[in-house]
């Protein structure tokens, strides 16, 4: 947090403040929005506890989603591709359009 100064004297301000922090050993963390999931692979994750609320803060790779693990098991299971990657590629090329798809796989 402050260049130069002993982390161990850090907790012990932080402590004597009232505030808490902990790392938390996160694989992975998925934000829902409604254009999609923004997930955050290898993540660090620090959970800060102060005055009773608590706040994460979230650092790693992003990559955004513009469709869900159910939108790929529809689109597998319409489609008739078992191929995961291809079925992510035909959605990302649709911009998510599930029915659309679905026929760019079956060559419609």
Avoid: C
């Avoid at 982390?7 to 998925?30: E, F, H, R, S, T």
């Avoid at 790929?72 to 035909?90: H, M, N, Y």
Wanted: proline share 4%; aromatic share 2%.
């Amino acid at each position: 947090m402050f260049p130069g100064m002993n982390p161990q004297k850090m907790q012990q301000l932080l402590k004597q403040a009232g505030i808490k922090m902990d790392d938390i050993p996160a694989k992975k963390v998925i934000i829902k929005t409604d254009s999609g999931d923004i997930i955050i692979e290898n993540p660090h994750v620090t959970k800060t506890t102060m005055k009773g609320q608590i706040a994460f803060q979230v650092l790693g790779n992003v990559k955004e989603q513009s469709f869900s693990d159910d939108d790929i098991k529809l689109v597998i299971e319409q489609s008739g591709i078992k191929d995961e990657e291809r079925v992510k590629k035909a959605l990302q090329e649709t911009n998510g359009d599930i029915v659309e798809a679905i026929m760019k796989l079956k060559g419609n």
